[in-house]
Nanobody, 114 residues
Framework: QVQLVESGGGLVQPGGSLRLSCAASGFTFSTYIMKWYRQFPGKERELVAGITSAGDTNYLDSVKGRFTISRDNAKNTVYLQMNSLKPEDTAVYYC????????WGQGTQVTVSS
């Protein structure tokens, strides 16, 4: 059974940091492209960051220099380190795995507010 389980979301003040984790199981994690998306209320999901099986990364322009995606294939886990958080980063963040099929996690809420 495929599972993507996100954790690490929460409430943080502007300028603060959070690290999201996504633990994967049920598929060959190391061969999949892993991505983080986010969704604002009433909006479609947007791609925040992605990492290939080779470790190549890409980022949404608005998070470049603040967010870092990484993966640990030994732990079947992908991370999103988020620094210098802004109120406009407030969203539900989703983990995504894609190769020939795509899988989604359940999402984790990130709220940036003073």
């Amino acid at each position: 059974q495929v599972q993507l389980v996100e954790s690490g979301g929460g409430l943080v003040q502007p300028g603060g940091s959070l690290r999201l984790s996504c633990a994967a199981s049920g598929f060959t994690f190391s061969t999949y492209i892993m991505k983080w998306y986010r969704q604002f209320p009433g909006k479609e999901r947007e791609l925040v960051a992605g990492i290939t099986s080779a470790g190549d990364t890409n980022y949404l322009d608005s998070v470049k220099g603040r967010f870092t995606i990484s993966r640990d294939n030994a732990k079947n886990t992908v991370y999103l380190q988020m620094n210098s958080l802004k109120p406009e980063d407030t969203a539900v963040y989703y983990c995504n795995a894609i190769r020939f099929v795509t899988y989604w996690g359940q999402g984790t809420q990130v709220t940036v507010s003073s």
